[in-house]
C-alpha cells in the first residue's frame, strides 16, 4: 500500500494554502467592516462653563492676524537668464527693426519638429519593440507593414505620373 501512494500535488497544495488565506482574510475584512458601521456611542459634553473665575491657557489664547506686508522684489540679473545684450540683439534685427532670417535655427527647429518628442522611459520602448507584451504586434513587424505601403504608394505613383506623361507626348 505504502507504494501506491501518490505524491502530493504542489499545485493543489499551493491553492489550497491560498484559499485557507484568503478565507481567513475575507473572515478579518467582515470582523473590522462590522466595528466601521457599528454607531458610535455619543460623547457628552457639558457646553455651559464652570462657576467662577476662569483662567485662559495659552493655546486658548487667539493668535493675531498677520499684518499684510509689502511684496519683496528682488533685482534681476538679465544677463544672467540668457538675455541678449545690444552687440547681439543689433546682429538679430536689421536696420528697419525687422529680425533677419536666421537659416540654421529653421533648420533645427524643422529637424526638431519631425522628429518627435523624445521617450521618457527608453527601455519600455525596447520591450515594446521586441514584441515582449502578448497582444500587441511587434515594433519591427509595423515598420516592415509602413515601408511595404510607401514603397507601393510609390510604384502606383509612378505608373500615374509616366501614364500621364506619355499621354501628354502623344
Same mark, same amino acid.
Given at each position: 500500500?505504502?507504494?501506491?501512494?501518490?505524491?502530493?500535488?504542489?499545485?493543489?497544495?499551493?491553492?489550497?494554502?491560498?484559499?485557507?488565506? /484568503?478565507?481567513?482574510?475575507? *473572515?478579518?475584512?467582515? /470582523?473590522?467592516?462590522?466595528?466601521?458601521?457599528?454607531?458610535?456611542?455619543?460623547?457628552?459634553?457639558? &457646553?455651559? +462653563?464652570?462657576?467662577?473665575? &476662569?483662567?485662559?491657557?495659552?493655546?486658548? /489664547?487667539?493668535?493675531? %492676524?498677520?499684518?499684510? *506686508?509689502?511684496?519683496?522684489?528682488?533685482?534681476?540679473?538679465? &544677463?544672467?537668464?540668457?538675455?541678449?545684450?545690444?552687440? $547681439? %540683439?543689433? $546682429?538679430?534685427?536689421?536696420?528697419?527693426?525687422?529680425? +533677419? #532670417?536666421?537659416?540654421?535655427? @529653421?533648420?533645427?527647429?524643422?529637424?526638431?519638429?519631425?522628429? =518627435?518628442?523624445?521617450?521618457?522611459?527608453?527601455?519600455?520602448?525596447? #520591450?515594446?519593440?521586441?514584441? =515582449?507584451?502578448?497582444?500587441?504586434?511587434?515594433?519591427? #513587424? $509595423?515598420?516592415?507593414?509602413?515601408?511595404?505601403?510607401?514603397?507601393?504608394?510609390?510604384?502606383?505613383? &509612378?505608373?500615374?505620373?509616366?501614364? @500621364?506623361?506619355?499621354? @501628354?507626348?502623344?
Amino acid at each position: 500500500m505504502a507504494l501506491s501512494k501518490k505524491k502530493p500535488d504542489p499545485i493543489s497544495e499551493k491553492a489550497r494554502a491560498l484559499a485557507d488565506q /484568503i478565507a481567513a482574510l475575507e *473572515s478579518e475584512i467582515k /470582523i473590522l467592516d462590522t466595528q466601521l458601521t457599528r454607531p458610535p456611542e455619543p460623547k457628552f459634553r457639558s &457646553t455651559t +462653563k464652570p462657576p467662577g473665575e &476662569t483662567f485662559l491657557r495659552a493655546d486658548d /489664547i487667539p493668535a493675531p %492676524a498677520p499684518k499684510p *506686508s509689502e511684496p519683496v522684489f528682488e533685482e534681476v540679473n538679465r &544677463t544672467k537668464l540668457g538675455a541678449r545684450d545690444d552687440a $547681439e %540683439a543689433a $546682429e538679430l534685427f536689421n536696420e528697419l527693426g525687422v529680425r +533677419k #532670417y536666421d537659416l540654421p535655427a @529653421l533648420f533645427n527647429r524643422l529637424r526638431n519638429h519631425f522628429r =518627435g518628442p523624445t521617450t521618457s522611459n527608453p527601455r519600455l520602448v525596447n #520591450y515594446l519593440a521586441a514584441g =515582449g507584451v502578448q497582444g500587441l504586434r511587434p515594433l519591427r #513587424y $509595423e515598420k516592415r507593414v509602413a515601408r511595404n505601403r510607401f514603397f507601393a504608394l510609390v510604384i502606383v505613383v &509612378t505608373v500615374v505620373l509616366l501614364g @500621364l506623361f506619355l499621354m @501628354l507626348k502623344h
